[in-house]
């Protein structure tokens, strides 16, 4: 079963409302939006002159009729700051008000907002479905070299640890591409918080895995300086 499935679990408490995206947009950065002038399916002169306005999802306005800049050959550009993107989801709508001489038309762009800015597509998640495999299946191998090994206790914890680093780095990659594709905002904090904690973990095994390789390193230097010392009073 897909990864992204799991989002099933929460759609008992938090619906969550699917539009069609022509591009994405990344959350929390300055963006500029550029487009060509038609009317009629005719490019645009250049003295044509172009006005946006932006709807959040939810239908409420976030821009209103805002002349763009014309930077040549008949396009134009939106510049969007970091403020106007900082709410995910999908469904915003671009509405694009075009006037040349005594023509006009508009056009209508839907687009989303996300993490990334990438446009969640099949063969995307199939990639990323694939290297979460990948990485739990070696986690697992090195949780059974755990349970079996004979070797020294480092070695033995090593094993267990690595495996911990490997399956915390696939649940990282498993909620890092659920936060691309959630369009709920509520949820996308949810799974935001959670890719949070699990780093934490990331970086606290990642210390405890260094801190026990130093102190086996200082025991070992320490033990072959006192049998070196022991043999000189042979």
Do not use: H
Request: with cysteine.
């Amino acid at each position: 079963m897909r990864y992204r499935f799991l989002i099933l679990l929460s759609l008992i408490l938090l619906p969550m409302i699917a539009a069609e995206s022509s591009f994405y947009i990344p959350q929390d950065q300055n963006y500029s939006i550029k487009f060509t002038c038609e009317i009629d399916n005719a490019i645009c002169s250049a003295t044509a002159t172009c006005n946006a306005s932006i709807d959040y999802p939810n239908s409420s306005s976030l821009i209103s009729n805002e002349q763009t800049t014309l930077i040549g050959n008949s396009r134009y550009n939106l510049s969007l700051n970091s403020n106007q993107t900082s709410l995910a989801g999908d469904g915003y709508t671009l509405a694009l008000l075009c006037f040349d001489g005594n023509l006009n038309g508009t056009t209508t762009i839907n687009f989303g907002i996300n993490p990334s800015g990438i446009s969640p597509t099949q063969q995307r998640t199939d990639t990323i479905t694939r290297s979460v495999y990948f990485i739990f299946v070696i986690s697992l191998i090195l949780f059974i070299a755990f349970l079996f090994t004979k070797q020294s206790t480092p070695v033995k914890w090593t094993y267990f640890a690595i495996s911990i680093l490997f399956f915390l780095i696939g649940i990282n990659i498993i909620f890092i591409g659920l936060e691309d594709e959630i369009v709920n905002p509520k949820l996308s904090t949810f799974f935001l918080t959670f890719t949070a904690i699990s780093w934490y973990f990331y970086w606290f095994i990642a210390g405890l895995l260094i801190i026990m390789w130093i102190l086996t390193f200082l025991q070992t230097f320490f033990y072959n300086q006192n049998m070196n010392n022991l043999r000189r009073y042979d």
